[in-house]
């Protein structure tokens, strides 16, 4: 039942907030959720909202200068897909546009921050989080498309960043890489546990779509070490702490998108099914955080703000970062886990 709980959760938002939002990274993810919920249900209970969305930008245009700014694509698409009508393909044709075309940094990775004002005071970098705005939309549209280069430079991203962030010992993620100094960044193993769910979350996604591509096998082996070494993080609540391992607060998103990826993997094969109890404890924490109010609210608790690598003082820009209740990209993080955790019960794998 607990697809229901999503449902409720997903028409709280639907219901009270205002779909002109932001186009950035939370709300492209949200809607892909929202997208993947109405397509596992059968329903377009969401397409409105999102359509809503798009119609604002086809008014007024929206700049796509980053990865997390190309993440919008998941919603441009969708909707494209649902309608047919060429003003949301223009706007998909302009995220498209800059995955293809936007300068590469480090091999055929960009700059995370892109041309945004912020890259023009922070470091040339890499960051784990593109594995989920830059990465999975395109490798969706070209497996639904047929696009062979995008095909390409999706399949080719988990590798490259697995090279630069994924410690080679603990198999656990950093949060970016510079390309300048050519190390990773943070340089103590402080390991960010969305990062890492970001990982865990994306890679099945990407697996879904590249077929037998000839790096598909690397990928999967990055995805079983990460899996392998986040579950040994795990705190004995199921959930996570926003700093893998350390004496930090734990983190509901983190924890759904953790959830999310080992159950995915699992569904498709990708990992054993001894990871399942991990990723029940996990979601069993993530529910303790869907809070039903009497006044009709439904909330999301214990998500952790937006976070970026601070240069100087890491440790506390981790560890410090307040928590809310509903942000976007911890509601998609839900959406996942509930869709894979349903398709399993389905399957009679899980009750």
């Given amino acids: 039942m607990s697809i229901e709980i999503a449902k409720k959760l997903a028409d709280y938002i639907v219901r009270t907030k ?26 377009e209970n969401y397409t409105p909202f999102l359509r809503a969305f798009c119609d604002h930008y086809v008014k007024h245009e929206p700049t796509v200068d980053s990865a997390d700014t190309a993440a919008p694509g998941f919603i441009t698409y969708a909707v494209y897909r649902r309608t047919g009508e060429a ?15 936007e300068p590469r940094v480090y091999k055929d990775a960009v700059n995370h921050l892109g041309r945004h004002w912020v890259a023009k005071i922070y470091p040339d970098s890499i960051w784990v989080d ?16 047929g696009d062979k280069e995008l095909l390409e430079v999706a399949a080719r991203q988990p590798a490259l960043y697995a090279d630069c962030m994924m410690d080679k010992d603990d198999h656990l993620w950093y949060h970016s890489y510079w390309v300048k100094r050519g190390s990773h960044y943070p340089k103590r193993k402080y390991y960010w546990a969305r990062g890492n769910g970001w990982v865990i979350s994306a890679l099945p996604k990407i697996l879904d779509c590249i077929s037998d591509h000839p790096d598909r096998e690397r990928i999967l082996e990055v995805l079983r070490l990460t899996v ?11 959930g996570f702490n926003t700093l893998l391992g350390r004496c930090t607060y734990l983190e509901s998103c983190a924890t759904s998108l953790i959830a999310d990826g080992i159950y ?54 981790y560890a410090w970062v307040p928590r809310a209740n509903n942000l976007t ?14 398709k399993l019960v389905k399957e009679g794998v899980l009750k």
């Fill in 228 to 238: 392998d070494a986040v579950v040994k993080k795990q705190h004995p609540s199921g």
């Fill in 329 to 342: 990209y911890g509601i998609a993080s839900f959406l996942w886990a509930a869709i894979e955790r349903d």
């Fill in 130 to 145: 593109s594995l989920m705005m830059f990465s999975v939309f395109p490798a969706r549209y070209a497996a639904e498309e």
């Fill in 87 to 101: 003003q949301y393909k223009a706007l998909t044709d302009k995220v498209l546009d800059y995955i293809k075309h």
């Fill in 264 to 317: 995915h993997s699992v569904r498709m094969g990708y990992i054993g099914a001894e990871y399942l109890p991990y990723a029940e404890k996990a979601y069993e924490f993530v529910l303790s955080c869907i809070k039903e109010k009497k006044d009709g609210r439904v909330l999301m608790t214990k998500i952790s703000g937006p976070t970026i690598p601070v240069p100087v003082i890491p440790y506390i820009g």
């Fill in 18 to 43: 205002d779909p002109h939002m932001r186009w950035t990274w939370g709300q492209g993810i949200m809607g892909a959720a929202f997208d993947d919920l109405d397509a596992y249900l059968g329903t």
